[in-house]
Structures are given as C-alpha cells and as structure tokens.
C-alpha cells in the first residue's frame, strides 16, 4: 500500500497564552498544500529476521534521529497496542517534504500511517477516532487525518473545518539551511491575543493578508536568524501578494497570481512553486 502525507503552510499563527501544562494555546489556519512524502507499506514475512514490529527505511532527504523513534513508527505502535492481531511491517519512508521547515511533514507522516492501517487492515476506526489518537502522537497530526483547510485552537488539536479555496494561486517555497527546533521558537514568543483572529482575515481577499495576517514566531525566529527573514521580504520584491514562515519555520511562503523563478534568486536552498 502506498499512501503520500502532504505538506501543510500556517494562514497566521499566533500563539495566545501560555497553558498550566507548559505548552501554548494558539490560534491558527491550516491549509494542505501538494507537496508529499511517500509512505510505502508491506507486510513483513514470518521467516524476516527483524527484532522490531514496524522495519522502516527512509530515504530523500535527511531525517535525523533514531528511525524507531519516527513518528510513523510511533503511529504503529500507538495502534499496536489497540490492535494486536496488526502484522509486522515493512515501511518505506520517501521524505521530500522539508524538515524542521514548519511544514508539518512528520506529523502528516504520522497521520498518513494512522489511516493507511485503518484501512489497509480493516481496523474500522472512525475519522473522529484517527484524529484522536493522532492528537496523541504530536500537536498538528489530527490535521493531517483530515487534510482539510481548518482553523485550530488549543495546542493545534481543536479543528473546525472552514470554506477556504487558494485554487488558482501559485505557491513559492523557500526553505534556508537553517533548522529551527520548535522547542526553541516557542521559548523567544511572547503570548498575546490579536486585535482581529486569523480565522476572519482569510475571509478577505489574499492582498489584504499582509497587513493584517501574522505568524508570532518571525519576530523571535528573524532576530535569532535574520536570513530567514531576508527570504520573506525577497518574496514580496518578487510581487508575493502575501508571504509568511510557516509554523514555527525555517520555510517560508508566498502566493503569487503567477509562477515565479526561485533557484536563481534563492541558490542553495530547498525551493518549490506549486500551482495551489
């Protein structure tokens, strides 16, 4: 079975207060884009002479860690101990998606495993029972169940659907050879409220975005790494009606109303244009 976990981009991301349990409460929209890693799964042999349940292999770019400790294996597991009777796997992980970019490619492949198994295997969980043990495995996976545009509460957990369509728009992708650990973006925010939530400026059209929409980890994440920053406004001299880092970065976006030459503005960094 071969399933391919999509990327996400953040419309505003603002992170509102600081939770008793250490973690933050943010207000979001998540928007799927088609920029996809591939997961590829067999079931293992008997005669496989492997000590693990779930054997997965990664290639494309880097990812790195423990591959035990991957999500996708982390998804298995979660649904192992639900479902005993699961087969040992072999998983084959394709990474095109960029890491540590604030893209959400980890927690899709988590997801994508949830529901590949699902319905590989017949497990007949429900869509509102995937989002809940994907909440488990990591703050943004339940988005990627559904792979929908949402506005998210809480730690990204809370989804409610909404009626946003970019079709038409062409999305440029810039990714710095800079990893910025989430853990570390979330330490330099400073938690506040906006005057007007995302979820009602991307009823307005695209071009008013720029002043009104705004992810609260650039202004941490561009003192800490100011070549981040200097993409997003490249962006904007290259006609981006709105641009913005994704997540808690290092991507960073922009949507333009044509396509656009990136590698020769941008050499030796991750870039993309996708047609949305």
């Known amino acids: ?35 996809c890693d591939a997961l590829e799964l067999q079931a293992m042999d008997s005669s496989f002479p492997s000590e693990v349940d779930c054997d997965l292999k990664v290639t494309g770019i880097c990812v790195e860690g423990d591959e035990q ?83 998210a509460e809480g730690i990204g957990e809370r989804l409610q659907p909404i009626e946003l369509s970019l079709k038409g728009w062409w999305l440029a992708v810039v990714r710095p050879d ?4 989430t853990k570390e973006a979330f330490a330099l925010v400073t938690p506040r409220r906006p005057e007007v939530n995302c979820r009602e400026v991307v009823d307005r059209p695209v071009e008013a975005w720029r002043e009104l929409l705004v992810n609260d980890f650039e202004q941490s994440v561009f003192a800490q790494h100011p070549e981040i920053g200097v993409v997003k406004q490249r962006l904007y001299e290259l006609g981006a009606a709105y641009s913005a880092m994704s997540g808690s970065g290092s ?24 047609q949305l």
């Not at 973690?23 to 799927?32: A, K, S």
């Not at 800079?178 to 650990?181: A, C």
């Not at 991507?251 to 870039?271: D, I, N, Q, S």
């Open 69 to 151: 400790r991957n999500l996708v294996v982390r998804a298995y597991r979660l649904l192992k101990e639900e479902f005993p009777q699961l087969p040992r796997v072999h998983a084959h992980l394709h990474k095109a998606i960029p890491t540590q970019a604030g893209m959400g490619g980890g927690s899709s492949d988590c997801a994508a495993m949830l529901c590949a198994l699902n319905t590989w295997q017949q497990l007949g969980l429900t869509e509102e029972q995937l989002i809940d043990r994907a909440a488990r495995l990591g703050a943004d996976c339940a988005f990627f169940v559904v792979g929908r545009p949402a506005y």
């Open 1 to 35: 079975m071969i399933v391919f976990p999509q990327a996400k981009i953040n419309l505003g991301l603002n992170v509102v207060e600081l939770r008793q349990d250490g973690y933050h409460n943010l207000e979001t929209v998540f928007y799927p884009v088609p920029l």
């Open 178 to 181: 800079i990893p910025v650990p």
């Open 251 to 274: 991507a960073v976006f922009g949507l333009f109303r044509k396509p656009v030459e990136l590698e020769c503005y941008f050499p030796e960094m991750f870039t993309r244009i996708i």
